[in-house]
């Protein structure tokens, strides 16, 4: 049974960080993507960013370019994202991701899905 699950999420003023991670279990993910989603009340799931496997490769929504880092620490299973600069609209809940290529932008080539978290960027 493939796990995902997300934590670091919170309260946090404008300017302000958080670290996002994610910690997986159930199959070694060392040779799958992985990437970190958004969705704010009332819109569409939205691309953050995502890894490969070996943690060579990255890409970044522009939105958070610049802003957010993404990495991975394959010996714990482990995905984060450390998220600074934190603007209002980051508000919204992440959501962890798996998908069985290499590196992948899209939500239909997700496979694994976690919970999700919560952050919260006040102004």
């Known amino acids: 049974q493939v796990q995902l699950v997300e934590s670091g999420g919170g309260l946090v003023q404008a300017g302000g960080s958080l670290r996002l991670s994610c910690a997986a279990s159930g199959r070694t993910f060392s040779s799958y993507g992985m990437g970190w989603f958004r969705q704010a009340p009332g819109k569409e799931r939205e691309f953050v960013s995502a890894?490969?496997?070996?943690?060579?490769?990255?890409i970044y929504a522009s939105s958070v370019k610049g802003r957010f880092t993404i990495s991975r620490d394959n010996a714990k299973n482990m995905l984060y994202l450390q998220m600074n600069s934190l603007k209002p609209e980051d508000t919204a809940v992440y959501y962890c991701a798996v998908n069985l290529l290499i590196i992948a932008t899209m939500y239909g080539d997700y496979r694994y899905w976690g919970q999700g978290t919560q952050v919260t960027v006040s102004s």
């Open positions: 890894i490969s496997g070996n943690g060579g490769q990255t």
